[in-house]
């Protein structure tokens, strides 16, 4: 093997190498995000509520955890993005911008109508100051965060899809 086929077997495995990083990041991230929202939706809030003794205590948990479940989405999102970007000549769907788009867009949304609850919750008395509006609210962000939970998993599915055909393409 000459020097310069030496090269390019080096920087053709560190490239596949550097692929394969880039994929894990996305997925852990991913998991960890989504991962965490389905854990804490489905088995801490109740657990909570009922050891605290009511779901408005569990909900003053809630109010710190979710900044941080927005905060891990926001980096899934962008390395999301920075994926999407590197694949946009090989193969990326309108559907994969799309949803990708809607789950950036309901995080923003969600960011939104959590500044808006932290406005009604009174932390000095655990208490909240328009219970009515409150319940609307949460609402919409159950709703909100439930479609994003969707969404990510399709994407999650032509993301995958996508990787398949071009890790076929290149084989």
């Not at 948990?61 to 905060?71: D, E, F, K, P, R």
């Not at 219970?131 to 599915?157: C, D, E, R, V």
């Amino acid at each position: 093997m000459i020097d310069s086929e030496k090269r390019t077997t080096h920087c053709s495995k560190k490239a596949k190498m550097n692929l394969i990083i880039r994929r894990m990041l996305l997925l852990v991230s991913l998991m960890f995000w989504q991962g965490g929202f389905m854990f804490y939706g489905g088995v801490v809030v109740p657990v909570g509520a009922q050891v605290l003794g009511s779901e408005a205590q569990q909900g003053f948990i809630t109010q710190s955890v979710t900044n941080y479940l927005n905060l891990i989405g926001t980096v899934c999102l962008v390395v999301w993005l920075e994926d999407l970007w590197r694949s946009r000549r090989n193969g990326v769907s309108a559907a994969e911008w799309g949803i990708w788009c809607f789950a950036a867009i309901a995080l923003i949304g969600l960011t939104v109508v959590h500044f808006q609850m932290d406005r009604i919750l009174v932390a000095e008395t655990t208490s909240v100051s328009d219970p009515k509006q409150f319940g609307l609210l949460h609402k919409m962000y159950i709703g909100t965060s439930s479609l994003q939970w969707f969404a990510s998993l399709i994407l999650l599915f032509l993301t995958l899809r996508r990787w398949n055909l071009q890790d076929v393409k290149t084989a």
